[in-house]
């Protein structure tokens, strides 16, 4: 276990599970384990602890907000429902800045997995959970978050199933390099890198 390629599956079937309603909570579980592997794989451990403090973020604002509404809907007996309404939109207001907290971290997480795995869908499934969190407060942000759901599907499909080198990237393709400078995948001819234009030697 921890291979590239059990990330591949648990990841790409965890991130299925998580759309679905009362299997979700089986997705991200699967989903974590997978980023688990991978971090372990190109021997970065930030890009776990990324994702686990992404996790503990969601976690905590939802038990904080549920607290918030609970209280306020105990209050309302009292004040004649207005408290109930100030613990709804405190309930609200709590899980939006946890979810956006969390977003913070998970677009960290994937960014640094598009760097070291070279599949810039991850970096793209960062963003928009990141703009998906931001903008559920206008609700447009809930279509963004299930389209950041499927290119995360992808993302993890994408995974090639190679061992990864000692520098902590997987390993380039015959006839292929990694540009010392940016990291990018050139041909192992090549003298100038074609993206950052760093000397490769």
Not at 16 to 28: A, D, K, N, R
Not at 59 to 78: H, P
Request: glycine share 12%; net charge positive.
């Amino acid at each position: 276990m921890g291979k590239l390629s059990d990330a591949k599956i648990l990841g790409g079937i965890g991130s299925i599970l998580e759309i679905i309603p009362f299997l979700s909570i089986v997705g991200y579980i699967l989903v974590l384990i997978s980023i688990k592997f991978i971090s372990d794989e190109v021997h970065d451990g930030s890009i776990f602890s990324d994702m686990l403090i992404a996790v503990v973020a969601g976690i905590v604002g939802v038990a904080v907000g549920g607290f918030a509404l609970v209280f306020g809907g105990i209050l309302s007996v009292f004040s004649a429902g207005v408290s109930g309404f100030l613990g709804v939109l405190a309930f609200l207001a709590i899980v939006w800045i946890a979810l956006v907290v969390s977003s913070i971290y998970v677009r960290k997480a994937y960014n640094n997995i598009a760097t070291k795995l070279n599949i810039g869908t991850f970096r793209t499934a960062g963003t928009l959970y990141f703009v998906g969190a931001l903008l559920t407060i206008i609700l447009v942000g809930f279509v963004i978050l299930f389209i950041a759901y499927v290119v995360q599907i992808v993302a993890f499909f994408s995974i090639q199933e190679t061992q990864p080198v000692p520098g902590g990237v997987v390993g380039p393709q015959a006839g292929t390099k990694y540009c010392s400078s940016c990291g990018a995948q050139i041909p192992s001819t090549a003298t100038f890198c074609p993206k950052c234009g760093a000397k490769v030697p």
